[in-house]
């Protein structure tokens, strides 16, 4: 099994930044992929971000050139850099460890709120 704990969230006004990590445990392994994805209320969860362990990146067109993904594969975290926040932004925002099919993993979950 796999357990993801997200850090990071909170409070920003719009224009600032935020930082979060997410920590993998258990039986990891590799290659996979670590991403970030959020989620507003009564709204589909949405990929933000992902980058595989090989070092490649995908990101969503709303995010580009504000929000970076990177990871630490010795230290089985993930991390997302977020700059320029918008309103539209807020959202809770789940880390995910995907290995296959049978091995996607979820972290709790995070809360980011950027104020108008």
């Known amino acids: 099994q796999v357990q993801l704990v997200e850090s990071g969230g909170g409070l920003v006004q719009a224009g600032g930044s935020l930082r979060l990590s997410c920590v993998a445990s258990?039986?990891?392994?590799?290659?996979?992929?670590m991403g970030w994805y959020r989620q507003a209320p009564g709204q589909q969860r949405d990929l933000v971000a992902r980058?595989?362990?090989?070092?490649?990146?995908n990101y969503a067109d709303f995010v580009k050139d504000r929000f970076t993904i990177s990871r630490d594969n010795a230290k089985n975290t993930v991390y997302l850099q977020m700059n320029s926040l918008k309103p539209e932004d807020t959202a809770a925002y789940y880390c995910?460890?995907?290995?296959?099919?049978?091995?996607?993993?979820w972290g709790q979950g995070t809360q980011v709120t950027v104020s108008s």
């Open positions: 258990g039986t990891i392994i590799s290659p996979n992929i």
């Open positions: 980058m595989h362990s090989g070092g490649s990146t």
């Open positions: 995910n460890l995907w290995r296959g099919v049978d091995r996607n993993y």
